[in-house]
C-alpha cells in the first residue's frame, strides 16, 4: 500500500544523530514477609492382613484431617494428593508369597495463620504413625507485593535511563520498548528450613508446640526498556 505525503514517517529501529536511543536494564529485590505456610503430611500403616492394612490407613487419615479441620479458618486449603496400598512380596521361596501389606496417603495444608503453625505441625507429628514436612513459605499468586516488585523494577529503569541521559547533556523524550524478563517471583530460597518429624512412642502429656518462625520470601523482577533522547551535548 502507497504512503501519502501526509502520513508521518515510519519509526527508525535504531537510534540517529537527532533522536539517539538508550537501552537500560531495572531490577527490583524485596524481601518480604510470608502469606502463606505449607506443609506435607503421610499417613502410614502396615499389617499382614490387606483389609487390616487398609482399614488403618483410613482410621489415621480421619483422625488427620478432623484435626486439620478443626483450625478452621486457619486453613486456607486441604488437600489428599497422593494414596498407595501394596503389598510386600517375600524375598525367599516361589510363587506370589505376600509378606506384608503397606498403605499410605499424602496430604497437603496450607495455613494463613502462622500462630497456629507449631501447635498444629507438633499435634500432628504426635499421631500414630505419621510424618510432618515443612513448612515451606510462599506468597500467594495475586499478592501485592508483586506488583510492587514490578513496578520497582520499571522505576529503577527509568531513573537509570535518566542518569546516563543526563550525564552526556541531554534529557529522554519518550520510551519505546518496555520488556518484562524476569516477572516477579521468589528467588530461591538462601537455607533450608524443610522439617521432619515423625511419632515414635506414645506419651502421656502432649509435646510442646514447635516455634517456627517465618522466612522471609527474597521477590525478584527485571525489565528492559529503551528510550529516545534529545542529541547528547559532547
Not at 479441620?69 to 486456607?76: H, L
Not at 521361596?93 to 498444629?120: K, N, P, Q
Request: proline share 8%.
Amino acid at each position: 500500500m502507497a504512503t501519502s505525503s501526509e502520513d508521518p514517517p515510519p519509526a527508525a529501529p535504531y537510534g540517529t544523530p537527532d533522536a539517539p536511543h538508550i537501552a537500560v536494564r531495572g531490577e527490583a529485590h524485596l524481601d518480604v514477609d510470608p502469606e502463606i505456610a505449607r506443609i506435607g503430611v503421610t499417613i502410614t500403616s502396615r499389617g499382614k492382613d490387606r483389609r487390616t492394612t487398609l482399614d488403618d490407613l483410613t482410621r489415621r487419615n480421619a483422625a488427620v484431617l478432623d484435626l486439620v479441620k478443626s483450625y478452621g479458618d486457619a486453613v486456607e486449603r486441604l488437600e489428599t494428593c497422593a494414596l498407595s496400598l501394596s503389598p510386600e512380596l517375600k524375598d525367599k521361596g516361589r510363587g506370589e508369597r505376600i509378606h506384608a501389606h503397606h498403605g499410605s496417603v499424602h496430604l497437603t495444608a496450607d495455613l494463613t495463620d502462622f500462630t497456629a503453625l507449631g501447635e498444629l505441625t507438633t499435634r500432628l507429628a504426635d499421631l500414630e504413625l505419621t510424618r510432618v514436612d515443612g513448612p515451606w513459605w510462599a506468597l500467594r499468586p495475586d499478592s501485592p507485593t508483586h506488583r510492587q516488585a514490578r513496578q520497582q523494577a520499571v522505576h529503577e529503569a527509568v531513573r537509570r535511563a535518566r542518569e546516563y541521559a543526563e550525564a552526556l547533556g541531554a534529557r529522554l523524550t519518550a520510551l519505546l520498548e518496555l520488556t518484562d524478563t524476569g516477572d516477579a517471583t521468589p528467588a530461591p530460597p538462601r537455607t533450608g528450613r524443610t522439617r521432619a518429624l515423625a511419632h515414635a512412642t506414645a506419651e502421656d502429656t502432649p509435646a510442646a508446640p514447635l516455634d517456627l518462625e517465618p522466612q522471609h520470601q527474597h521477590l525478584v523482577a527485571r525489565v528492559e526498556a529503551r528510550f529516545t533522547m534529545t542529541p547528547p551535548q559532547l
